[in-house]
């Protein structure tokens, strides 16, 4: 079942909330009414007999036993008169009636039998009896004579079908009254959500609430830190970057004044100042950050301010290794490295003057760099990723690490199918891993071996090395970013190769064993989409 917007959601739960309060109000309102006037009505009854009972021709009434018709027009009219008196009986201390307002009854018995009390000479009392009309709300008052002898009774009744009927008028109007409260409830609701809609800019509040925690996770996933503040000075936003560059522990509350998080900052000026400010050379925690501050103004008011943070050593770190520019540089240094030595060696045969041996050197001495040239120029035929190859070739034979390349590797640059600073990032971040580990090795054969094979489908990179192992207890986080066993500032490198990976739906195989070495295979296999 499609779960309903939640705008309706919202304006469906007030509409129940301003219904419900409604109705218990009513309810309770219509309790009240209806108590008072049961009230109103025992009231009623009640001053009705006690003044009959008090008339001297209601005594005379029963003295004389002769009906008053002059009396008993009064009190007919007084029935007619009287909103909600339908009986007025008056009986002697038999219970004969002398006067009913049904002219049929009189001469007979009173009926009902609630009258015994009141011939007891009982105070005066209302009662809920059933009489020759029917149900009925009863009030009894004695008559008595000028020396208070009790001579018989007066009373007065409204009939329970007469309640009945005014409560249910009551309960109608009450009900009628309700409906046309939730009726401008749901009308006011109504306008309530469009006037929200305004604020929210034409967005439905799911839509808004949508479009908030997208922007929010967009804003979180930037490798800038950017945070935001008011009017007041008051943090309103902080993404994850921001939070790492600051070197928080947590993620500070809103409201929170932006110098208690960063005293340094210089925000507030550029809140006040109105002006923004880019490309700010900073120093943060150590690292070197360029800031862009900038006023956020609405309606021609700076409501408050924010600044966007770029980590430039990192930026320049990583600007090196994926360009290959930094491995070309290595090379051209091992290089150089390389022939000094050589040339130092020759000019020690000259000064010597011993031109023979210089002879011999240069025609017997095999140059590795050379060799190596020719090795990888032939397999690997594109120039960033085969500079990569020399150099690393060149650096780990001068650590005493013999670093070769499988016989049938292969890389032409028409295949590639992946940008080669990718494949750069890949093999230069394995084989310097290979090569730290073998370098701290000193027992043992020092080796790396690396296949590379590239083709129109797909493409396979190996290294394996004769290294002590991946230690079981790390190989499950030798992927996460930061974490290092070489100290602080490392841990980006198979960081990056999962990172490329993933994105390029490629696939990462690899096996250790401690003291033997370590295998990776990564491979990329069909059209991989350029993202």
């Not at 006067?99 to 001469?107: P, V």
């Not at 509040?205 to 008011?230: M, T, Y």
């Not at 750069?424 to 027992?443: F, P, V, Y």
Request: charged share 25%.
């Amino acid at each position: 079942m499609k779960e309903k917007p939640l705008e309706h959601q919202l304006y469906l739960s007030q509409l129940f909330c301003i219904a419900l309060a409604i109705m218990i109000s009513l309810v309770v309102s219509l309790y009240y009414t209806l108590e008072t006037k049961k009230a109103s009505l025992d009231m009623n009854i009640s001053n009705t007999g006690l003044l009959i009972s008090t008339l001297p021709e209601a005594a005379d009434l029963l003295t004389e036993e002769l009906p008053s018709v002059d009396f008993s027009n009064r009190l007919d009219a007084l029935v007619r008169e009287l909103e909600y008196i339908d009986v007025i009986t008056i009986c002697d201390t038999d219970s004969i009636r002398f006067y009913h307002t049904n002219k049929e009854l009189l001469g007979k018995s009173f009926v009902g039998g609630d009258e015994t009390a009141i011939l007891n000479e009982s105070e005066p009392y209302i009662t809920n009896g059933i009489g020759t009309l029917g149900k009925q709300r009863r009030a009894f008052f004695p008559i008595k004579d000028e020396e208070g002898q009790l001579l018989g009774f007066v009373m007065v009744s409204v009939l329970t079908a007469s309640i009945t009927q005014l409560q249910r008028r009551m309960f109608l109007v009450f009900i009628v009254v309700g409906l046309i409260l939730i009726a401008i409830g749901s009308i006011l609701s109504s306008m309530l959500y469009n006037k929200l809609r305004k604020i929210f800019f034409g967005y439905r509040p799911e839509e808004f609430r949508k479009i908030h925690i997208e922007r929010k996770e967009v804003l979180d996933a930037l490798e800038e830190g950017i945070f935001a503040i008011n009017a007041k000075e008051e943090l309103i936003f902080m993404n994850e970057s921001a939070k790492k560059i600051l070197a928080l522990d947590k993620m500070p509350a809103y409201g929170t004044k932006v110098t208690t998080v960063y005293p340094e900052t210089k925000l507030p000026y550029v809140l006040h100042k109105g002006e923004p400010e880019y490309n700010i050379s900073l120093i943060i925690k150590g690292n070197h950050i360029i800031s862009n501050r900038i006023p956020i103004i609405e309606n021609n008011e700076t409501i408050g301010a924010v600044t966007i943070f770029r980590n430039k050593t990192e930026y320049t770190r990583l600007a090196e290794e994926l360009s290959g520019a930094k491995y070309m540089v290595e090379t051209l240094r091992a290089f150089n490295h390389e022939f000094k030595n050589k040339l130092h060696v020759i000019l020690g045969f000259i000064e010597m003057k011993q031109p023979e041996k210089v002879t011999n050197f240069i025609l017997n001495t095999s140059v590795a760099s050379t060799v190596a040239v020719s090795e990888v120029t032939k397999k690997i035929q594109v120039p960033s990723i085969a500079a990569l190859l020399i150099g690393k070739i060149i650096r780990a034979s001068e650590m005493g690490i013999n670093l070769t390349i499988k016989p049938n590797s292969s890389c032409m640059g028409t295949d590639l199918h992946l940008p080669a600073d990718l494949y750069i990032t890949i093999l230069g971040n394995l084989i310097e891993n290979a090569i730290e580990e073998l370098n701290h090795q000193t027992e043992g054969i020092k080796e790396i071996e690396i296949g590379i094979y590239i083709w129109k489908g797909g493409s396979i990179l190996s290294v394996d090395d004769t290294g002590r192992g991946i230690a079981p207890s790390i190989q499950p986080k030798i992927f996460e970013k930061d974490f290092s066993t070489k100290g602080e500032g490392r841990g980006a490198g198979m960081y990056l190769i999962k990172k490329v990976v993933d994105q390029y739906h490629g696939l990462i195989e690899w096996e250790s064993e401690e003291n033997v070495g370590t295998s990776f295979t990564i491979t990329f296999m069909e059209e991989v989409p350029y993202v």
